[in-house]
């Protein structure tokens, strides 16, 4: 999940739907929930963009799709790093050593919301809904099986031990 964060409001909504419409995963200011946090500004005639120590400078206008391939560039070259592994998520792939493990578009989901949410869990109704947002009904074994098969394919393919409790509903990875 990205942070978008830009003091001139109309560009930060602009850029906020230009990203969405993109498919990027976005939260919004209010949450504490995010991997990175994306800055932009106008200065002069050049969008500015900064991740950490790393800028991006462009020249406006500009076409978007040149500027979101530069950026998801950027981010996707990110990790999070969780015990001895790297989890890129914008890449999709969970990392040890030489050894990579390309996660399905659901099990990179579920493992970014798990991550995000380590603290105090997530909902497996909320999960589901970011998950399958236009499945009208809801299933849980449908969750449970996608867990399942993700705890299962990381420890096969990396040795990665991902651990998780249920209860009363709310879905906590447990991390060591």
């Not at 979101?68 to 050593?97: A, C, R, T, W």
């Not at 990665?160 to 990875?173: D, H, Q």
Request: glycine letters at 2%; a positive charge; aromatic letters at 12%.
């Amino acid at each position: 999940m990205l942070l978008i964060k830009c003091e001139d409001k109309f560009l930060k909504e602009k850029l906020v739907s230009l990203f969405r419409q993109k498919k990027l995963l976005l939260e919004s200011e209010h949450s504490n929930k995010f991997f990175f946090g994306l800055n932009f500004a106008l200065v002069d005639s050049f969008l500015i963009c900064q991740l950490d120590q790393d800028m991006l400078k462009f020249k406006i206008p500009k076409n978007f799709n040149d500027i979101f391939e530069k950026i998801f560039d950027l981010v996707s070259n990110k990790n999070i790093h969780i015990k001895n592994y790297e989890y890129y998520p914008y890449k999709q792939i969970m990392k040890k050593g030489k050894k990579n493990l390309f996660l399905s578009e659901i099990q990179n989901m579920i493992l970014s919301h798990l991550l995000i949410n380590s603290v105090n869990g997530i909902e497996k109704i909320e999960l589901i809904k970011y998950i399958w947002p236009n499945d009208k009904d809801i299933f849980l074994n449908k969750l449970d099986t996608h867990l399942t098969n993700l705890k299962n394919q990381l420890a096969d393919e990396i040795g990665f031990e991902l651990n998780f409790s249920s209860k009363s509903g709310i879905l906590k990875l447990c991390i060591d």
